[in-house]
């Protein structure tokens, strides 16, 4: 099942998703952004109060702890496995760090637009945001949440997608 993180849920907040097995609660981890969608498996029926390990379908690890007869907590951990690789990415590639049009990118824009609107597209050439990303090695990227960034270039700089 897919949910998504509310917007205004903390790190290590928890939230409320229904399932067809009743309510569940979901803790947001670090690394994960408020309005990211995460992917997990529903649990089997707990035989007992024990805590209870699944895996996520392309998401990362998670931990059911609970009753049936109360909401179950899931813990969904961050996007990167033992192995360093982020969990859904091929092996064998490298993490680097790059520049990208983000949210600063786009407030500096915006704010030239209104001083001195012909620089406004001088952002869009030197981005101010980076982030860290995993390159596989067929050229596509995830961030360390495990989201995959999408493909796409502005003046030769990735445009948008996740900041981690």
Request: proline fraction near 13%; charge should be negative; hydrophobic fraction near 40%.
């Amino acid at each position: 099942m897919q949910a998504t993180i509310p917007v205004g849920t903390p790190e290590g907040g928890q939230f409320q998703v229904q399932t067809p097995q009743g309510p569940m609660m979901l803790t947001r981890q670090p690394g994960q952004a408020e309005g990211q969608t995460i992917t997990f498996m529903l649990p089997e029926a707990p035989k007992a109060a024990e805590p209870q390990v699944v895996q996520a379908v392309a998401a990362a690890p998670v931990t059911v702890v609970g009753a049936q007869a109360q909401p179950q907590v899931i813990v969904v951990q961050g996007g990167v496995g033992a192995d360093g690789v982020p969990v859904g990415a091929p092996p064998g590639g490298t993490w680097l760090t790059e520049q990208y049009s983000g949210t600063t990118t786009m407030i500096i824009a915006i704010v030239l637009l209104l001083l001195i609107w012909p620089a406004t597209c001088a952002p869009f050439c030197c981005p101010c945001d980076s982030r860290r990303v995993y390159r596989a090695p067929d050229g596509r990227k995830w961030t360390p949440s495990g989201a995959m960034v999408p493909p796409s270039d502005c003046c030769g700089h990735p445009c948008g997608g996740p900041a981690y």
